[in-house]
Nanobody
């Protein structure tokens, strides 16, 4: 089974940027890929998703216009460019893979492969 490892988290001031990456141990071209986040005491929420060939994306309303998801199937990597960060973006960010298509991408229940997460902290 493919394994996912996130990187790129850290501490940044409000208004700053971070770029998260997710490296896969195998082919990801068959998977819908997504980013989720979980703040302390809260549920794991959808952030963004991208179709297997990268021709379709979806975003949570809270990040639209600020975050951009992308993938490189040749390198088996997934990225999340995060701009104009806000304190409410503070969370552990998880990379995930799903064999379901984009209509199911916003539900964490349809993802069967998860990374361990990377912490993003945005200070005010």
């Amino acid at each position: 089974q493919v394994q996912l490892v996130e990187a790129g988290g850290g501490l940044v001031q409000a208004g700053g940027s971070l770029r998260l990456s997710c490296a896969a141990s195998g082919r990801i071209s068959v998977y819908t890929m997504g980013w989720f986040r979980q703040a302390p005491g809260k549920e794991r929420d959808f952030v963004a998703a991208i179709s297997p060939m990268g021709d379709s994306t979806a975003y949570a309303d809270s990040v639209k216009g600020r975050f951009t998801i992308s993938r490189d199937n040749a390198k088996n990597t997934l990225n999340l460019q995060m701009n104009s960060l806000k304190p409410e973006d503070t969370a552990v960010y998880y990379c995930a893979a799903s064999l379901y298509s984009m209509p199911y991408a916003e539900s964490r229940n349809y993802y069967n492969i998860w990374g361990r997460g990377t912490q993003v902290t945005v200070s005010s």
